[in-house]
């Protein structure tokens, strides 16, 4: 059974230039994105996207104690995938923080249609390691990564594909190193091999 997964973390319209927690430059990821996916699919790799989906009263917005301003609160336009996103029929979604009371930053704390969550999806189809990248490198990207480690999957950080919200400088590069430390490895899309290296 194949063992690895693509797992493409909140690449939402909100989280791009235009939208209220936009992450400067996130539109230029989408062709390498693009370019994982289809190399992905080629392999017959499963591919997950997670996504923010916020109900529009949350204590994760500012004007609730929090401290984000309102994105992608459930079926609105900022909660859709990017419009050049070209994510294929068969990936699975998983959506996370829906939970008023809770941030849920972890694609960890997201799930399917069906109410399965991340964990248990890729667990019953065998998946061993998951490449993750996304947005955002400082935030869900992050917890994503250290969820899936401290639950024993083996993690490739996708970081030609992850840029971070940056609240203070320099916060993406530590995210990476905290993500290394914990026992990640980083890889861009001309490091990686088809099929994917297990
Ligand atoms: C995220 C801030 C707030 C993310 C989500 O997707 O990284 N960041 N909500
Ligand atoms: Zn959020």
């Known amino acids: 059974m ?8 909140d690449v939402q319209n909100d989280f791009c230039p235009g939208g209220t927690l936009s992450v400067p430059e996130a539109d230029r990821i989408i062709s390498t994105l693009n370019e994982y996916i289809r190399r992905f699919k080629a392999a017959g790799l499963p591919i997950y996207a997670t996504r923010d989906w916020h109900p529009s009263v949350t204590k994760h917005f500012a004007e609730h104690g929090g401290v984000w301003p309102p994105h992608c609160v459930q079926q609105t336009a900022g909660a859709e995938f990017h419009p050049d996103l070209s994510l294929p029929d068969d990936a699975i979604i998983v959506s996370k923080g829906m939970d008023p009371n809770e941030d849920s930053y972890s694609g960890f704390h997201a799930f399917d249609d ?3 969550d991340l964990a248990t999806s890729l667990r019953s189809r065998g998946i061993q390691h998951i ?5 955002a490198t400082d935030y869900c990207v992050k917890w994503t990564v250290l969820d899936a480690l401290k639950a024993d999957f083996r993690v490739t950080a996708l970081i030609d ?3 971070g919200v940056n609240l203070q400088p320099h916060d993406s590069e530590r995210a990476i190193q905290e993500m290394v430390a914990a026992g990640a490895s980083v890889a861009t899309l001309n490091q990686m091999l088809m099929p994917v290296p297990s």
Do not use: M, N
């Open 2 to 9: 194949e063992t690895r997964a693509l797992v493409i973390v």
């Open 114 to 116: 069906g109410g399965t």
């Open 131 to 135: 490449f993750v990248g996304g947005l």
């Open 161 to 163: 594909i992850s840029l």
